[in-house]
């Protein structure tokens, strides 16, 4: 991932508790549903009634929430799929926003709405992400298979900006849009001067298989000297390219996995399995059948994740970071 500073709510807290697990900032996947269809999307396969039928419901949702926030959880995001497909949005945004989590919310931005827009003004999430997948109409819609997606997801931007909400725009870089990234950071920076704020922009250059396991999408991914001249040719991505690799040399050195997810971190997907990250979905804990205690404390840990030990011997290179280094994507 690379990315124009993200802010970090839970900083201070996960720099003292270092060595602890605590699961401080979970990713909850509420559907799979959505209303496009992405050429590379890894939760599409399972946008499917069949699915819909085997989602948590809003009552299992709360009581989930209720445990992590017992357990110690602070930062929540909500994507999906499409997070604003499920009906009752706004029902667990607010019971969220209760229970005092600093809600993140990832949305395409075509479903935003006046009125749910007025809602966040007057209850505002600490960061929406809306992705941003070309620049301009053609090639956007080339990605999301959706008529009249691209006015859509322009408008829902410009409802949040004229709010003045928190907004990250953000790019998976693949192969069909990498001669875009640059112009649409470029159009991001001067989307914000107009409105008199800071919009960040992440660019996200690492593909995953979708979640039925088809791996046809890697045929998206960026070769790294494409993503090496990308971030070369931009001054705040060249110095988050560094800061990153920094952090995970001291990492390195100091002995620490690179992968925090089962330590501080957590993902719930849409049918209600706890898991390590949403990118590591190989074991899952059932929250129907479970508490979130048991599941984070006694069976995450026996998880297996390729990033949590790296060998010590592991050299990071400024820039030249392995290919499966985790979280260079942008979900
Ligand atoms: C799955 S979407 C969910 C939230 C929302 N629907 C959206 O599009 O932003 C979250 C992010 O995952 C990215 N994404 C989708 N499929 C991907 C894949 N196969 N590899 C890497 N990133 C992917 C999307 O571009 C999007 O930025
Ligand atoms: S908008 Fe998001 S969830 Fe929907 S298809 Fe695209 S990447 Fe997937």
């Given amino acids: 991932m690379t990315t124009a500073q993200a802010p970090q709510p839970g900083h201070w807290l996960a720099a003292n508790t270092a060595g602890q697990r605590v699961p401080l ?39 989930i929430m209720d445990e992590i926030q017992e357990a110690g ?12 497909m499920r009906d009752d949005f706004l029902d667990i945004y607010t019971a969220a926003k209760q229970k005092g989590f600093l809600i993140s919310v990832f949305t ?18 600490a960061m929406i992400e809306i992705s941003l997948h070309g620049f301009g109409e053609h090639s956007f819609e080339q990605i999301t298979r959706g ?14 900006l004229a709010r003045r909400l928190p907004l990250t ?20 920076s001067r989307l914000g001067e107009r409105y008199g704020t800071k919009v960040g922009y992440r660019f996200g250059s690492d593909i995953r298989a979708r979640l039925d396991g088809s791996d046809d999408v890697f045929s998206y991914q960026l070769a790294d000297e494409e993503i090496i001249a990308i971030e070369q040719a931009d001054p705040e991505f060249r110095a988050e390219r560094s800061r990153q690799d920094d952090r995970r040399q001291t990492m390195v050195r100091q002995g620490q996995g690179l992968c925090v997810g089962g330590q501080r971190k ?3 997907d849409a049918y209600g399995q706890l898991q390590l990250c949403s990118n590591n979905r190989r074991e899952s804990y059932d929250l129907r059948r479970g508490s979130f205690r048991e599941g984070f404390y006694d069976v995450l840990p026996h998880f297996p994740c390729p990033a949590r030990r790296p060998p010590a011997s592991e050299t990071l290179l400024s820039i030249a970071t392995p290919r499966h280094a985790p979280s260079r994507g942008v979900a």
């Fill in 147 to 160: 008529r009249g997606s691209y006015a859509r997801c322009m408008a829902g931007i410009h409802l949040i």
């Fill in 169 to 188: 725009l953000k790019t998976t870089g693949m192969t069909v849009n990498r001669d875009e990234i640059l112009k649409i950071k470029e159009y991001v």
């Fill in 25 to 63: 900032s979970g990713q909850w996947e509420l559907t799979c549903r959505c209303n496009l269809r992405c050429v590379m999307c890894y939760t599409d396969c399972f946008n499917t009634a069949d699915r819909l039928r085997q989602e948590l419901t809003l009552p299992e949702i709360i009581r």
């Fill in 266 to 268: 957590f993902h719930i």
């Fill in 108 to 125: 395409n931005g075509t479903l935003l709405t006046e009125r749910l827009v007025e809602w966040w003004t007057k209850y505002p999430p």
């Fill in 73 to 84: 959880c602070l930062e929540l995001t909500l994507t999906g799929g499409e997070p604003l």
